[in-house]
């Protein structure tokens, strides 16, 4: 879990830094980079634990299972990383303070 958590906000942190530094807007590469990072690490854990705590080999598993899982980990990832950040900039826009539009949204 700390691997796949670590990896997520190490992945998000750092894509709002360079964004910042670098005058780029935030919400394209963040979600791109961070729902990269989260399906990948959250894949390499779940073969992990399937070979800790299995019982036998795991059969194929259908494409359309990855797919959902990845549509629900990069909405996941909407909704956690990106959304918040849109709301405060319209909370700010709106004329309230920054601080408090954070934590509103």
Known sequence: MYFVYGSTYLTANTTE???????????TPKFVLVSAVNIATTIVKDKYLAKVFGNSSPGAIP?????LWCTRDALTILAAFVIPNIMAKMATDLGYNRKRSEVIA
């Open 17 to 27: 830094t360079v964004c910042r530094k670098y005058d780029i807007p935030i919400a």
């Open 63 to 67: 494409w359309i299972t990855y797919s």
